[in-house]
T-cell receptor, first 114, second 116 residues
Framework: DTAVSQTPKYLVTQMGNDKSIKCEQN?????MYWYKQDSKKFLKIMFS???????INETVPNRFSPKSPDKAHLNLHINSLELGDSAVYFC?????????????FGPGTRLTVT | AQKITQTQPGMFVQEKEAVTLDCTYD???????LFWYKQPSSGEMIFLIY??????QNATEGRYSLNFQKARKSANLVISASQLGDSAMYFC?????????????FGKGTKLSVIP
């Protein structure tokens, strides 16, 4: 009964490749997010979707493209992977945009670009 | 813009003792939420506790309590009766209410090690 799931958990690929990470939540939440955690464990927002609409798009290279086919899914596609993209990517969801709504995180996807 | 500062990169605590993890924040939003998350070595992010900016009382969840001092803009996490399983990274985060604030802004984290 995983609340927020991500696939794959590990992703090892070469520079220049294109890859996707999938995220699904079964909590009935309206809002989903992508965060990046770097090698120093710092977490930073990348994207946020509310009711399938993009509401936050931080200064992320346009090689990163999120897609939300429905409220339960938010996928992340990355083109032309670079060494600096190596990180752990977390998907999260919350009931909505209110400041009181905690976010539930997926298990993370560890991306290694060689 | 919001900012979270965690000044303790690492902390040690003896098992069964209490420990306080510091967090200060900065925001101009009138309403905001403060959160603490735990990240064990296995990597998942676990929500621990929430404090709203208008809450009159400090939040508590089991062994976790949040020492909220609004005037000082601090939201310290107190863990009572530490257990070995509490060894992990702890992140303070906030969510504001202003335009473009619909995201969690995280601090750099504190690595807590519980000593038997």
């Amino acid at each position: 009964d995983t609340a927020v799931s991500q696939t794959p958990k590990y992703l090892v690929t070469q520079m220049g490749n294109d890859k996707s990470i999938k995220c699904e939540q079964n909590l009935g939440h309206d809002t989903m997010y992508w965060y990046k955690q770097d090698s120093k464990k710092f977490l930073k927002i990348m994207f946020s979707y509310n009711n399938k609409e993009l509401i936050i798009n931080e200064t992320v290279p346009n090689r990163f493209s999120p897609k939300s086919p429905d409220k339960a899914h938010l996928n992340l596609h990355i083109n032309s992977l670079e060494l600096g993209d190596s990180a752990v990517y977390f998907c999260a969801s919350s009931r909505g945009l209110a400041v009181s709504y905690e976010q539930y995180f997926g298990p993370g996807t560890r991306l290694t670009v060689t | 813009a919001q900012k979270i500062t965690q000044t303790q990169p690492g902390m040690f605590v003896q098992e069964k003792e209490a420990v306080t993890l510091d967090c200060t924040y900065d925001t101009s939003d009138p309403s905001y939420g403060l959160f603490w998350y735990k990240q064990p070595s296995s990597g998942e992010m676990i929500f621990l506790i929430y404090q709203g900016s208008y809450d009159q009382q400090n939040a508590t969840e089991g062994r976790y309590s949040l020492n909220f001092q609004k005037a000082r803009k601090s939201a310290n996490l107190v863990i009572s009766a530490s257990q070995l399983g509490d060894s992990a990274m702890y992140f303070c985060a906030m969510m504001g209410s202003g335009a473009g604030s619909y995201q969690l802004t995280f601090g750099k984290g504190t690595k807590l090690s519980v000593i038997p």
